[in-house]
């Protein structure tokens, strides 16, 4: 599985952080950070639930 977000849509509002600290981070920065591009399978209920959450529908998952 990669993970996708689309940076354009992306408000940085961490709720995918919330889900899945494993793979995303906001920082002090205001940013999102894709810690993991390619999660291990055993996140992935975790990954289809940040992308589904997200308020912009900026996380896409291929695989």
């Known amino acids: ?6 940076f354009d ?3 940085s ?3 995918c952080m919330g ?4 793979v995303f981070e ?4 205001d940013f999102l950070y894709v810690l993991q591009d390619e999660p291990p399978e055993e996140l992935r209920a975790e990954v289809q ?14 695989g």
Do not use: G, S, Y
């Not at 906001?26 to 920065?29: C, G, N, S, W």
């Open 49 to 62: 639930e940040a992308a589904r959450m997200c308020p912009k529908q900026a996380i896409t998952i291929e």
């Open 1 to 6: 599985m990669r993970v996708n977000v689309d």
């Open 26 to 29: 906001v920082r002090e920065d």
């Open 9 to 11: 849509l992306c408000e």
């Open 13 to 15: 509002n961490a709720v």
């Open 19 to 22: 889900v899945v600290p494993e």
